[in-house]
């Protein structure tokens, strides 16, 4: 069906920086929306950023003005750059998508990567 693969994580220190990739496979027929949540320890999944079909940008408040996000319609990749990387941005980082597959066109659902570790030492 469709596969969503991230990659790019890593261990860095404090004030360091780490580009995140994810590359979105398969029959499909629309990408609404791509973005990347992520979850600590004993912490609920939250968004970090988004990214919708007509180029409009979101940012959780603890990135913005830290992290970019952006994609390559022609690939079907969405990138997240990390500057200034903190502590409490130790997580797992999550693709996020809401799509529509060719069987399917007029039935778009969530759809989510396998998720990678970035840590953040002090």
Same mark, same amino acid.
């Given at each position: 069906? *469709?596969?969503?693969?991230?990659?790019? !994580?890593?261990?860095?220190?404090?004030?360091?920086? /780490? @580009? /995140?990739? %994810?590359? +979105?496979?398969?029959?499909?027929?629309?990408?609404?929306? #791509? !973005?990347w949540?992520? $979850?600590?320890?004993? &912490? $609920? @999944?939250? /968004?970090? +950023?988004?990214?919708?079909?007509?180029? =409009?940008?979101?940012y +959780?408040?603890? *990135?913005?003005?830290?992290?970019?996000?952006? @994609?390559?319609?022609?690939?079907?990749?969405?990138? /997240? $750059? #990390?500057?200034?990387? &903190?502590?409490?941005?130790?997580?797992?980082?999550? %693709?996020?998508?809401?799509?529509?597959? +060719?069987?399917?066109?007029? *039935?778009?659902?969530?759809?989510?990567? $396998?998720?990678?570790?970035?840590?953040? =030492? =002090?």
């Amino acid at each position: 069906q *469709v596969q969503l693969e991230e990659s790019g !994580g890593g261990s860095v220190q404090a004030g360091g920086s /780490l @580009r /995140l990739s %994810c590359v +979105a496979s398969g029959r499909i027929f629309s990408i609404n929306v #791509m !973005g990347w949540y992520r $979850q600590a320890p004993g &912490k $609920q @999944r939250e /968004l970090v +950023a988004v990214i919708i079909s007509g180029g =409009s940008t979101n940012y +959780a408040d603890s *990135v913005k003005g830290r992290f970019t996000i952006s @994609r390559d319609n022609v690939k079907n990749t969405v990138y /997240l $750059q #990390m500057n200034s990387l &903190k502590p409490e941005d130790t997580a797992v980082y999550y %693709c996020y998508s809401n799509l529509a597959v +060719a069987s399917r066109p007029l *039935v778009p659902y969530d759809d989510w990567g $396998q998720g990678t570790q970035v840590t953040v =030492s =002090s």
